[in-house]
């Protein structure tokens, strides 16, 4: 599956992003999907992720309660949504997928990725 991310920018803090990453192909609801993020001199890190029915998700402890992955099986694509920006979140955020019915959290269990999209939010 080939991905593409967009919908990056810079932000205060406080303010909302929405992330979108379009999936090509037909066979889109069998992937787990996956928001990654790589702040400078920092390791890449699962922030969200969502199994292919959208029925389970997962998201790293410091985004819980602002952000929100969600997916559209109909138009291929997954999104997050990211309120109560912080500093912090500063990163490059990349999409991923990966076959399965497990949420893995290493980026080693993903086999597609889309290019980045630079979220910088100032304080």
């Known amino acids: 599956v080939q991905l593409q991310a967009f919908g990056g920018g810079l932000v205060q803090a406080g303010n909302s992003l929405r992330l979108s990453c379009a999936a090509s192909?037909?066979?889109?609801?069998?992937?787990?999907m996956g928001w990654f993020r790589q702040a400078p001199g920092k390791g890449r890190e699962l922030v969200a992720a969502?199994?292919?029915?959208?029925?389970?998700?997962y998201y790293v402890d410091s985004v819980k309660g602002r952000f929100t992955i969600s997916r559209d099986n109909v138009k291929n694509t997954v999104y997050l949504q990211m309120n109560s920006l912080k500093p912090e979140d500063t990163a490059v955020y990349y999409c991923?997928?990966?076959?399965?019915?497990?949420?893995?959290?290493?980026?080693?269990?993903?086999?597609?990725w889309g290019q980045g999209t630079q979220v910088t939010v100032s304080s």
């Open positions: 192909g037909r066979t889109f609801s069998t992937y787990i």
């Open positions: 991923a997928a990966r076959r399965g019915f497990r949420i893995l959290t290493d980026i080693g269990g993903y086999d597609s």
């Open positions: 969502i199994t292919g029915s959208g029925g389970s998700t």
